[in-house]
C-alpha cells in the first residue's frame, strides 16, 4: 500500500473553482494508476475520475464530465483533480485513490486517502 494525503479542499461558491492535490508517498508511483471517488453525506462513495499510470488516458463519471480534470505529475509522485463549474451537488469528502496498474474505474483500489471536504454554496 501507498501512503496518500489530500490537500486543497475548501469552500467555494457555485460556478466557481478548486484544485485538488493527492501526494504519494512512494518509490514506484509511476506504476500507480490514480484516481479520485468522493462521498456526499447520506449518499454512497461514487466514482469520480482515474488517471493511468502514465498520464495518457483518463477516465471521468458523467457527472463530472467536462468540468473537472485530472492530471499527474510523475515527478512530483503527485496526482491532481482540478474542477471547474462546481454545483451544491458537488458537495462531498473527496478521496484519492490508487493500485499499481489499477483499472480505471478505481475498483479494487487498496490504497486510499483520509479525504478532503469540498463544499459549494449556492
Known amino acids: 500500500q501507498v501512503q496518500l494525503v489530500e490537500s486543497g479542499g475548501g469552500l467555494v461558491q457555485a460556478g466557481g473553482s478548486l484544485s485538488l492535490s493527492c501526494a504519494a508517498s512512494t518509490r514506484t508511483f509511476s506504476r500507480y494508476t490514480m484516481g479520485w471517488s468522493r462521498r456526499a453525506p447520506g449518499r454512497e462513495r461514487e466514482f469520480v475520475a482515474a488517471?493511468?499510470?502514465?498520464?495518457?488516458?483518463?477516465n471521468y463519471a458523467d457527472s463530472v464530465k467536462g468540468r473537472f480534470t485530472i492530471f499527474r505529475d510523475n515527478f512530483k509522485n503527485t496526482v491532481y483533480l482540478h474542477m471547474n463549474n462546481l454545483k451544491p451537488e458537488d458537495t462531498a469528502v473527496y478521496y484519492c485513490g490508487a493500485e499499481t496498474y489499477g483499472a480505471l474505474n478505481l475498483k479494487d483500489f487498496g490504497s486510499w486517502g483520509q479525504g478532503t471536504q469540498v463544499t459549494v454554496s449556492s
Open positions: 488517471v493511468s499510470w502514465s498520464g495518457d488516458t483518463t
